[in-house]
């Protein structure tokens, strides 16, 4: 299994900011964007991998639309199109928000500069929260035949 530095890796993507970045004792190292998009780097040393995630909302859209749904069904299957390494949107089991998040493996992070992967993030998390915060033409509509599957 390839093992790589992590520490080096985030200090290497920090020099690229202009930033002092490192992981604190639980392996966490927290970024601020525009003053109010907390991105957080996760290291997992067993693995050798990262994992970026953001908070997209505290909830899904009320009323959600299908085109709503089928984005986020997409952004779901994307890592398995792409072979890994594509955010995927999901809800935190601990606080029930709506985060999104990527998982960066060894050969992934030894191929591609994490300021690489840090960049397509982003843009994909800004595209996914503006995607949410669109206007619902049409909300979805499930008959009681299905909503029962559901409880």
Do not use: H
């Not at 604190?24 to 693995?47: A, F, H, N, R």
């Not at 999901?90 to 029930?96: L, Q």
Request: with cysteine; net charge negative.
């Amino acid at each position: 299994m390839l093992k790589i530095d992590l520490g080096k890796i985030l200090a290497e993507f920090g020099n690229a900011l202009g930033l002092e970045l490192a992981f604190d004792d639980k392996g966490v190292c927290g970024l601020t964007l525009d003053e109010e998009t907390p991105i957080i780097i996760q290291s997992t040393e067993e693995d050798s991998s990262l994992t970026l995630s953001s908070m997209l909302r505290s909830a899904l859209p009320d009323p959600l639309g299908i085109n709503q749904v089928e984005n986020l069904f997409a952004l779901a299957l994307d890592p398995m199109v792409r072979g890994g390494a594509s955010p995927v949107a999901g809800r935190d089991p601990e606080s029930g928000n709506l985060v999104l998040y990527m998982v960066l493996t060894p050969s992934v992070l030894d191929k591609t500069p994490l300021a690489e992967l840090f960049e397509a993030f982003v843009a994909t998390r800004d595209a996914v929260a503006a995607m949410l915060d669109e206007p619902v033409e049409a909300p979805l509509q499930f008959g009681d035949q299905f909503s029962k599957l559901w409880v």
